[in-house]
């Protein structure tokens, strides 16, 4: 079946501007993770969603940041006055359930920001 | 806190073993995860181990010692499509995933 899938690929941007993440998880996967990578750095956790329940927001840096996954399936990733710290890959995942299963990830959203 | 450690960078020789290891100190142990990582790409599922002992899958096997909080990974017959970065996930109690900051892996002719 069809993997995670995030769009767009690339994003290039303007600091101050705000921007968009996508991400569609593997159909019936109730959990979905962002996660951010800067260049030759580990994965650094974002936000989690397990099915309806409240978000596990620990991991956003600022309040710029924020997600939402719309009828348990979608997610956006939006981003507010972008700043250039920001420039990153941003790699979104599922899995099964949170405590079930292997997250399988997307091939991710490189944003740069000028 | 919690703590993932592993080497930063490996080199090997192609058609020789490496073994990247990986130690971890959580606040609980839900299993530990080893993922791959080519540059560019997003990491892939390698291995998971959940109970103490060996876990062979063709050419990679992956141990850990839960007393010891402790993993390897080991990488036999290595070839050139094995230059990646080795990423070491553990499991906490809230079964969130802790991710090490991964091993990168340069293998030579």
């Known amino acids: 079946g069809a993997g995670v899938s995030q769009s767009p690929s690339n994003k290039v941007t303007e600091k101050g501007k705000d921007v968009e993440l996508r991400c569609d998880p593997i159909s019936g996967h109730t959990a979905l993770y962002w996660y951010r990578q800067s260049l030759g750095q580990g994965l650094e956790f974002l936000i989690y969603?397990?099915?309806?329940?409240?978000?596990?927001k620990s991991g956003l840096p600022s309040d710029r940041f924020s997600a939402e996954r719309t009828g348990g399936s979608v997610s956006t990733l939006t981003i507010q006055r972008t700043q250039q710290e920001d420039s990153a890959v941003y790699l979104c995942?599922?899995?099964?359930?949170?405590?079930?299963?292997?997250?399988?990830f997307g091939p991710g959203t490189r944003l740069t920001v000028t | 806190g919690q703590n993932i450690d592993q080497p930063t960078e490996m080199t090997a020789t192609e058609g020789a073993i490496v073994q990247i290891n990986c130690t971890y100190q959580t606040s609980g142990f839900n299993g530990l995860f080893w993922y791959q990582q080519h540059a560019g790409e997003a990491p892939t599922f390698l291995s998971y181990?959940?109970l103490d002992g060996l876990e062979e899958k063709g050419r990679f096997s992956s141990f850990l010692s839960r007393s010891k909080g402790y993993s390897y990974l080991l990488l036999k017959e290595l070839q050139m499509k094995d230059s990646a970065s080795y990423l070491c996930a553990v499991k906490d109690s809230n079964y969130q995933l802790i991710w090490g900051a991964g091993t990168k892996l340069i293998i030579k002719p």
């Open positions: 181990n959940v």
């Open positions: 995942a599922s899995s099964l359930t949170r405590g079930v299963g292997e997250q399988y």
């Open positions: 969603f397990q099915g309806n329940s409240a978000p596990d």
